[in-house]
């Protein structure tokens, strides 16, 4: 499988800002971290980002990039904005495709799996005639995870844990629409604080490291390798 993930805005394009945060610091971390994932526990999935830092990328560039590589799917990471009041989590496919589409099916089962990691409202799965969402040629989900706006959900984008959470949301929805298959066990170190992995790692010093740098700020760690 080849996936494309699109972290929104960037560089001069900060998107969307709210109780101290930037939309294109949040989009990129949520998208790293489902490539961290993806890459450490999965097998046969080759991903592209669009940025894989602050750097400037037109719209354009994105969907031509993903286009021109012959991507699979399509996976645009973003947060929303509106007036303080919204909050909670939302996804869109193109206004084109009817609701029996493949592209739906994939939708439905990403929707359904973030919503059980993020602990955010569900606002629907939605249409839309976004631009990375009309120029792809591959079937193409835009997922908006909480409002940068409501001080609630702004809360939760400030914490790695939940970012962790809102990727695991991501791969597990991927994985169940594409029929990933996982890696043999192998020695990667999961770290598992208060219930939730918050990272997996390939050297155990690094997952001691991520429970340390952490001290003080939960009840109960674990590393499990898998």
Known sequence: MKL???PGHGGTDSG???NGLLEK???LSIAQKIAEILRIEYEGVDIRLSRTGDQTVSLTART?????WGADFYLSIHVNSFN???EGYEDYIHTSLSDQSATAGYQRIIHEEVLKQNELRDRGRKKADFHVL???TM???LTENGFISDESDANKMKDPAWITRVARGHVNGLAKSFSLKKKASSNIYRVIIDGTQIGAYQDKDNALQAISARWNQFAAARIERI
Do not use: K, M, Q, Y
């Open 4 to 6: 494309f993930i699109d």
């Open 16 to 18: 969307a800002s709210g």
């Open 25 to 27: 610091h949040v989009n």
């Open 64 to 68: 031509n990039s993903a286009n021109l």
């Open 84 to 86: 303080g009041s919204a």
């Open 134 to 136: 009309r120029e792809t």
């Open 139 to 141: 079937p193409a989900i």
